[in-house]
């Protein structure tokens, strides 16, 4: 009996997986946050629009602080309308909240301030960011180009 329940736990894990990475992609960018800082990470999208959307993810960062290489866990929100891009991140050592335009959700073009919340000011200031979103083909991730 412990084999039916088992097969049919990882057949739904399966299957919803499926579905949850048919609206994901994987990010790349580049920001200046008071310093260089490059990122990479997943992006998962909430909502059907082609106008207006929610993205959410997790991320990595990777900076240089006192001759050592740090790597800081970051989560990020956005919501987008229009092609106007609105969001926030927040990692260990600053919150930043971002405004900017996305481009089909395939590229992010953002600015900021980063307002610190630790002891330690590693991030702070105005930053800029620019993002690539990877996604796979047939994916419902990218907002599609409309002609009329």
Do not use: C, W
Request: glycine share 6%.
């Amino acid at each position: 009996m412990k084999k039916y329940f088992a097969t049919a736990f990882l057949l739904s894990f399966f299957i919803s997986k499926a579905q949850l990475l048919d609206k994901a992609a994987l990010n790349i960018a580049y920001r200046y946050t008071g310093r260089n800082v490059l990122q990479a990470g997943l992006e998962f999208r909430l909502g059907e629009s082609n106008y207006q959307s929610v993205i959410l993810g997790p991320s990595m960062l990777y900076t240089r602080i006192n001759e050592t290489n740090k790597f800081i866990p970051e989560v990020n929100i956005y919501y987008i309308n229009n092609g106007l891009l609105y969001g926030t991140s927040i990692n260990q050592y600053a919150l930043e909240p971002r405004i900017g335009i996305s481009l089909f959700n395939l590229l992010f073009i953002n600015t900021g301030y980063a307002f610190p919340i630790h002891k330690e000011k590693y991030f702070k200031g105005i930053t800029f960011g620019i993002q690539f979103n990877i996604a796979p083909n047939h994916s419902k991730f990218y907002d599609k180009m409309k002609v009329m």
